[in-house]
């Protein structure tokens, strides 16, 4: 069965690096996501990616974020430069059609710690 | 605030009972999905159901959708071990790019 899938699993990184953020989305899949999960809350909304484009984001995306297709498989998400507070589980999802209120796939997530 | 409050926040029951969990939201949605995750691991879909639907099966889990009351809950029967989990609501609200809102999720223990 197909599923997304994301590295690295785990990332350590130092206060003010910048890290990229790897996924592979489901081969057929148009639309994009990115989340992320703050050790013990709930998941919240960072960016929604189609045709090239950022569809809608969060407040927490801001100038320090950002998301790229390179090349028809790969979905990333870069942050410049890295904060304490950014560590947290961010997941990868795609859907097929998110107006046909399709059902968003998550990844396994990467696990970030920022020090 | 769109987002989605589930209750309760924790369930504790035996392996055979059943357990019920809700979500309520705020405002008109598209859809609704509730997912599964084990301790420190990733979001697995269970099921999406849509705002014209009222009930969805899949195996042992039933989910029930009133948009009168905009509440929806999950039903796990029969309830198992590997059952224990956390299960979280997440809204598809109009006009939102697709982005999901999540509750904060139900801490599910079953107990052999």
């Known amino acids: 069965e197909p599923e997304v899938t994301q590295t690295p699993s785990h990332q350590v990184t130092q206060m003010g690096q910048e890290v990229i953020l790897r996924c592979v989305p489901i081969s057929n899949h148009l639309y994009f996501y990115w989340y992320r999960q703050i050790l013990g809350q709930k998941v919240e909304f960072l960016v929604s990616f189609y045709n090239n484009e950022i569809s809608e984001k969060s407040e927490i995306f801001d100038d320090q974020f950002s998301v790229e297709r390179p090349d028809g498989s790969n979905f990333t998400l870069k942050i410049r430069s890295t904060k304490l507070e950014d560590s947290a589980m961010y997941f990868c999802?795609?859907?097929?059609?998110?107006?046909?209120?399709?059902?968003?796939?998550f990844g396994p997530g990467t696990r970030l710690t920022v020090l | 605030s769109q987002q989605g409050e589930e209750d309760p926040q924790a369930l504790s029951i035996q392996e055979g009972e059943n357990a019920t969990m809700n979500c309520s939201y705020k405002t008109s949605i598209n859809n609704l999905q509730w997912y599964r995750q084990n301790s420190g691991r990733g979001l697995v879909h269970l099921i999406l159901?849509?705002?014209?639907?009222r009930e969805k099966h899949s195996g042992r889990l039933r989910v029930t959708l009133d948009t009168s009351k905009k509440s929806s809950s999950l039903l796990i029967t029969a309830s198992r071990a590997a059952d224990t989990a956390s299960y979280f609501c997440a809204t598809d609200f109009y006009n939102q790019g697709g982005k999901l809102i999540f509750g904060q999720g139900t801490e599910l223990s079953v107990k052999p």
């Open positions: 999802a795609s859907s097929g059609n998110y107006r046909a209120t399709d059902t968003q796939y």
């Open positions: 159901i849509r705002s014209n639907e």
